[in-house]
């Protein structure tokens, strides 16, 4: 499809933090996976659900964003693929998380060339303003998470 409201991509996202949650509990919880992976992989599952539920808000009735998720564009590149479960390693390396935080970011990469690529085409400046903001929030997350996850290897 061509064109696209702004809600459908703040939903895409949403759905997207969700099933990153979803994955990420689901890893945790498989035998033999270490302890300091388990509790790397029940951060980042908390931090999508944290991600899932702000992105929701603009959704709420009496939310600031309301008026720009009705906006439409014009974009002839779909959403990206999620590669959501194709992206998590199957095994385990022990305690190791560096290849997990590898994972997160090219993960969260995603929603960042996204969110870019929509700033750079918005239409309006109240839509530049609210992926300016989304682009920004997502930068910060993964400072965030790099620097939450790199505390966690030096424990």
Not at 61 to 86: C, I, Q
């Amino acid at each position: 499809m061509r064109f696209h409201q702004v809600r459908e991509l703040v939903r895409w996202a949403a759905d997207y933090h969700a099933r990153l949650d979803e994955a990420y509990a689901q890893w945790a919880a498989q035998e033999g996976v270490g302890e300091r992976r388990r509790m790397a992989l029940d951060y980042l599952a908390e931090h999508e659900r944290r991600m899932q539920h702000e992105l929701e808000s603009c959704f709420a009735e009496d939310s600031e964003h309301r008026g720009v998720l009705d906006t439409w564009f014009d974009d002839p590149e779909a959403f990206p693929h999620a590669p959501v479960l194709e992206r998590l390693p199957g095994g385990d390396d022990g305690d190791d998380v560096e290849a997990l935080l590898s994972t997160a970011l090219t993960l969260h990469r995603t929603l960042q060339d996204l969110y870019g690529h929509r700033l750079e085409r918005a239409g309006s400046e109240l839509e530049r303003a609210f992926f300016e903001a989304l682009v920004k929030g997502e930068d910060a997350e993964v400072r965030r998470l790099v620097r939450d996850i790199q505390r966690l290897e030096a424990y």
